[in-house]
Structures are given as structure tokens and as C-alpha cells.
């Protein structure tokens, strides 16, 4: 007591919650640890990127052409790439002018946050979702109403309730797509419902769209700015998870607005006034870009596919083998699977955070858990705020792992949950009867 360092008992974002998770193994156990806990595929060889993209740096470097500042937003061939890009996607053409480079999607979704927050108004964002965008409304002190993302309907946006939650100071709606963390990939007709939606609503739509292409299953990735002669689309998105290289810090954000139904110029004006205060990504990164994103072969994408779609499959059939665990949808998209705990099964396990700690404590496994509320510590200003996904009682796990981790850890999950599970009795076993009545 006594000094003002601050100190959390309880996790407040996926790093803390990692961190916290870590800080529980055990050091008696020799077998090496293994995390489910980001998606961050990198650090594998089987992932490593594409030799074209990192030629393409070699040869920035050495072209001496990229050794300074970068203007506002980007420089114009990178940018471009990104319009072309995009576009390739798209029955209609992009515009250098459309696209800011940021450093990583992050930043990207920070910006939008920061260009749309002013005082009274709110953006409604799903649930379960991704933290850092509500922490980025949080500190601009955007009001944040979470719609539900229905896991019996594959994870599609709970349209119904949208209206309801909506009103004039409402902003805008995000959707990512393929999910992170529902691994969810949307249908033409549902993106079509939510342009529509939205252009009622009088809003737009930001689309999180990091995970653009990785997808697995028999939905094809469809960008959300197809849709955008019906409502104003913002997408985001960067290099990081399609290529593998999320440490070179190099996103976009997009304003897509082919019949303009935006103040185009406003925006760019409080977009380029934001970014002209903010860190830039290397303008290297930026003279790599053209190369990287015109001339990757389908080859690197189908192999990085293939084994993510391998892995995914293990990843199901062995989830669908453990009883406490309940997996409402195969994941078609991005790197992840959100499974729910059946707590009646299991013995002396009361959430999914203590699940999560005693996985971490006897399996050295991470995995997140879906829910935590936080102190008010950071934020005076809000009274809790819901960290990692948002839904309680829900586990978060990557399948973007090498196949030896994977198999390894579904394996320690498979025993952790065997320990655990609660013990038959006399009559038969309750809690098998009532498993069929979990509710989501
Ligand atoms: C990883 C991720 C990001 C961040 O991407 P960077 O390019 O690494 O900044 C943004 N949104 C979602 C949904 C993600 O999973």
C-alpha cells in the first residue's frame, strides 16, 4: 500500500490476460508450454511468409529510395496498391485517394474510433468481439452498445435487435469478417442485410477485414465494400494475419463510397489531421508493399490454407470428443474456435477464467477465456469494462498453431477435462440429462 503503481488482479485486455494465465504454470512440469491464447502464426516455420515479400524489403533497402519521412497517409504507389488490391474484389475501382496506410489494422480501427467519436454519440459493436477496438472507443469516449452475434445461426449479426439500440447519435456498426473470435465467415445475403440495416439506420458500416481470403470452409470471403453503393463502408485491414507478418506494422484504412454518400472531403481532413500526429509505418514497409501485394503467387495463400483448413479439422473432430466442450459452429475463417463450457460436467470448475487458470496451472495450455470483468482501474470514467471477448462461460482457442503444439495441447485438454469432469452417480448422471438443455 502506499505507492501508486497499478496493479491488476484481474486481467484487462488478451496480453494481460495471457500474462496473468502464464504467471499460474507450473514449474514442476517439464513438458514445454503451449499457448492457444493469440492468433500469431508467425513465430512457426510452417508459416513463414512468402519469399516475394521479404525480396521485397531486401530490395527497398537497397534501393536507398525509402530512407525518408513518408507523406500523410502514405506514399502514392503504396497506397495505390492497396486501391488495386482491394478492388480486385470489387465491380467497382478504388481510389489511391480512398486509402490511408497505418500501422497495422490497429491503428487503422483506432483512427476511425477517433474520426467518429464526439460527445452523446455511440457505435454499436458485436459481441463476442475484439477488445482493442472497444478499448480504442473507450479512451475517445464513445458510448460503446454491444449487439449479439448468435452462435446457432453461425455467428451472424443479430439484426433483429440492431434497431432497437440504435438512435440519432448512433455512428456506426462494426462486423469483422472472417471473425476473430467466432471464426464466422458471412454470406453474401447476410452482408447484403446488414448494408441494408444500416442504411435505415442512417449509419455505416466498419468492416474489420483483417482476415480478408483465410478462409476454410464453403462460404467465400466477400468484402463488405461490395455493398457499398447501399451504405458507406470503412474497411480495415492490413498484411499482418494473410501473410503472416504482423510485426511489419503496415495496415489501411478504406473509405469505400463509390456513389458518395459521404462528406469525402471532411473525412480525409479529420483523417489526415489525425494521422499527421500519429507514428507512420516505416516508410520501407510502404516501398515493399506494391511487390508485396501484386506479386504473391496463389501458391503461398493455398498452402497456408491447407494447413490451417488440416488443422481446424483436427482441431473440431478433437473438441467434438470432449464433453464439457461444446462447439456450436466449425470455425470457416481466420484462427480461431469459440467453444462454450458445459460447467454441469465438470467438478470443481466454477467459470471459465478458473478453468483457464487451472488448464495453465496442471497442462502448461493457455487458452483464453471468453470473459473477465476488470476493475475500474484505468478508466474512471466507466464503471467495468468486459475484457478478451465477452462471453462468459466461452473459450477462445487458435487453430493457427503448428500441428505438433496443436495435437499436443488438444490432447491436455482432452485429459484436463477428463480429470475434471464430475463423477458418475447411482442413478446415471444428471448432469449427461441436462446437457442437452444448455442454453447459449
Ligand atoms: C489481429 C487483429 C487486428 C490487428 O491487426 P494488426 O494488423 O496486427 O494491427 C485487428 N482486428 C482483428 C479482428 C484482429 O484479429
Same mark, same amino acid.
Given at each position: 500500500?502506499?505507492? !501508486?503503481?497499478?496493479?491488476?488482479?484481474?486481467?484487462?485486455?488478451?496480453?494481460?490476460?495471457?500474462?496473468?494465465?502464464?504467471?499460474?504454470?507450473? %514449474?514442476? &512440469?517439464?513438458?514445454? #508450454?503451449?499457448?492457444?491464447?493469440?492468433?500469431?502464426?508467425?513465430?512457426?516455420?510452417?508459416?513463414?511468409?512468402?519469399?516475394?515479400?521479404?525480396?521485397?524489403?531486401?530490395?527497398?533497402?537497397?534501393?536507398?529510395?525509402?530512407?525518408?519521412?513518408?507523406?500523410?497517409?502514405?506514399?502514392?504507389?503504396?497506397?495505390?496498391?492497396?486501391?488495386?488490391?482491394?478492388?480486385?474484389?470489387?465491380?467497382?475501382?478504388?481510389?489511391?485517394? &480512398?486509402?490511408?496506410?497505418?500501422?497495422? $489494422?490497429?491503428?487503422?480501427?483506432?483512427?476511425?474510433?477517433?474520426?467518429?467519436?464526439?460527445?452523446?454519440?455511440?457505435?454499436? @459493436?458485436?459481441?463476442?468481439?475484439?477488445?482493442?477496438?472497444?478499448?480504442?472507443?473507450?479512451?475517445?469516449?464513445? %458510448?460503446?452498445?454491444?449487439?449479439?452475434?448468435?452462435?446457432?445461426?453461425?455467428?451472424?449479426?443479430?439484426?433483429?435487435?440492431?434497431?432497437?439500440?440504435?438512435?440519432?447519435?448512433?455512428?456506426?456498426?462494426?462486423?469483422?469478417?472472417?471473425?476473430?473470435?467466432?471464426?464466422?465467415?458471412?454470406?453474401?445475403?447476410?452482408?447484403?442485410?446488414?448494408?441494408?440495416?444500416?442504411?435505415?439506420?442512417?449509419?455505416?458500416?466498419?468492416?474489420?477485414?483483417?482476415?480478408?481470403?483465410?478462409?476454410? =470452409?464453403?462460404?467465400?470471403?466477400?468484402?463488405?465494400? @461490395?455493398?457499398?453503393?447501399?451504405?458507406?463502408?470503412?474497411?480495415?485491414?492490413?498484411?499482418?494475419?494473410?501473410?503472416?507478418?504482423?510485426?511489419?506494422?503496415?495496415?489501411?484504412?478504406?473509405? $469505400?463510397?463509390?456513389? =458518395?454518400?459521404?462528406?469525402?472531403?471532411?473525412?480525409?481532413?479529420?483523417?489526415?489531421?489525425?494521422?499527421?500526429? #500519429?507514428?507512420?509505418?516505416?516508410?520501407?514497409?510502404?516501398?515493399?508493399?506494391?511487390?508485396?501485394?501484386? +506479386?504473391?503467387?496463389?501458391?503461398?495463400?493455398?498452402?497456408?490454407?491447407?494447413?490451417?483448413? +488440416?488443422?481446424?479439422?483436427? $482441431?473440431?473432430?478433437?473438441?467434438?470428443?470432449?464433453?464439457?466442450?461444446?462447439?456450436?459452429?466449425?470455425?470457416?475463417?481466420?484462427?480461431?474456435?469459440?467453444?462454450?463450457?458445459?460447467?454441469?460436467?465438470?467438478?470443481?470448475?466454477?467459470?471459465?477464467?478458473?478453468?483457464?487458470?487451472?488448464?495453465?496451472?496442471?497442462? #502448461?495450455?493457455?487458452?483464453?477465456? =471468453?470473459?473477465?470483468?476488470?476493475?475500474?482501474?484505468?478508466?474512471?470514467?466507466?464503471?467495468?469494462?468486459?475484457?478478451?471477448?465477452?462471453? +462468459? !462461460?466461452?473459450?477462445?482457442?487458435?487453430?493457427?498453431?503448428?500441428?505438433? *503444439?496443436?495435437?499436443?495441447?488438444?490432447?491436455?485438454?482432452? #485429459?484436463? $477435462?477428463?480429470?475434471?469432469?464430475?463423477?458418475?452417480?447411482?442413478?446415471? *448422471?444428471?448432469?449427461?440429462?441436462?446437457?442437452?438443455?444448455?442454453?447459449?
Amino acid at each position: 500500500m502506499g505507492t !501508486n503503481v497499478l496493479k491488476t488482479e484481474t486481467p484487462t485486455s488478451i496480453d494481460d490476460a495471457v500474462y496473468f494465465l502464464k504467471e499460474n504454470f507450473n %514449474e514442476g &512440469d517439464h513438458r514445454p #508450454s503451449i499457448s492457444f491464447g493469440f492468433g500469431d502464426p508467425s513465430c512457426f516455420e510452417c508459416f513463414r511468409t512468402t519469399p516475394i515479400a521479404e525480396d521485397a524489403i531486401v530490395e527497398a533497402v537497397r534501393s536507398a529510395k525509402f530512407n525518408s519521412y513518408a507523406p500523410t497517409g502514405g506514399i502514392l504507389p503504396a497506397r495505390r496498391a492497396v486501391a488495386d488490391y482491394l478492388s480486385r474484389d470489387l465491380p467497382y475501382r478504388l481510389s489511391p485517394d &480512398d486509402v490511408y496506410l497505418t500501422l497495422g $489494422c490497429n491503428q487503422a480501427a483506432e483512427i476511425t474510433i477517433k474520426v467518429l467519436a464526439r460527445p452523446g454519440a455511440n457505435i454499436l @459493436l458485436p459481441r463476442p468481439g475484439y477488445p482493442d477496438i472497444e478499448t480504442y472507443a473507450i479512451f475517445n469516449k464513445l %458510448e460503446i452498445r454491444q449487439f449479439d452475434l448468435l452462435p446457432e445461426r453461425g455467428w451472424e449479426v443479430d439484426l433483429d435487435t440492431i434497431e432497437a439500440m440504435s438512435d440519432e447519435n448512433t455512428v456506426a456498426m462494426v462486423i469483422i469478417n472472417p471473425g476473430n473470435p467466432s471464426g464466422s465467415v458471412y454470406t453474401y445475403n447476410h452482408l447484403n442485410k446488414i448494408a441494408e440495416t444500416a442504411r435505415k439506420l442512417g449509419i455505416i458500416v466498419i468492416a474489420d477485414e483483417v482476415y480478408g481470403h483465410l478462409v476454410y =470452409g464453403s462460404n467465400p470471403f466477400v468484402p463488405m465494400s @461490395l455493398f457499398a453503393t447501399i451504405v458507406p463502408v470503412i474497411t480495415l485491414g492490413s498484411v499482418s494475419k494473410r501473410w503472416m507478418i504482423p510485426g511489419w506494422g503496415l495496415g489501411w484504412l478504406v473509405t $469505400c463510397d463509390p456513389t =458518395g454518400l459521404l462528406r469525402k472531403d471532411e473525412i480525409a481532413e479529420s483523417i489526415n489531421k489525425l494521422l499527421v500526429y #500519429s507514428p507512420f509505418p516505416p516508410t520501407l514497409i510502404q516501398g515493399a508493399i506494391p511487390q508485396i501485394l501484386e +506479386k504473391t503467387t496463389q501458391d503461398f495463400f493455398s498452402k497456408t490454407i491447407n494447413i490451417l483448413r +488440416k488443422n481446424l479439422d483436427i $482441431c473440431y473432430d478433437k473438441l467434438k470428443g470432449i464433453p464439457c466442450i461444446m462447439i456450436p459452429q466449425k470455425p470457416e475463417g481466420a484462427f480461431f474456435a469459440m467453444v462454450k463450457l458445459n460447467l454441469l460436467l465438470l467438478e470443481d470448475i466454477e467459470d471459465d477464467m478458473e478453468f483457464c487458470l487451472k488448464l495453465a496451472k496442471e497442462e #502448461s495450455l493457455i487458452i483464453l477465456p =471468453g470473459d473477465r470483468e476488470a476493475r475500474n482501474i484505468y478508466f474512471q470514467s466507466v464503471t467495468s469494462a468486459r475484457v478478451t471477448v465477452g462471453l +462468459k !462461460n466461452w473459450l477462445r482457442l487458435t487453430f493457427a498453431v503448428e500441428y505438433s *503444439s496443436l495435437e499436443d495441447g488438444l490432447g491436455r485438454l482432452k #485429459s484436463f $477435462c477428463q480429470r475434471h469432469a464430475k463423477k458418475y452417480t447411482l442413478t446415471g *448422471s444428471p448432469a449427461v440429462d441436462q446437457q442437452i438443455h444448455v442454453e447459449h
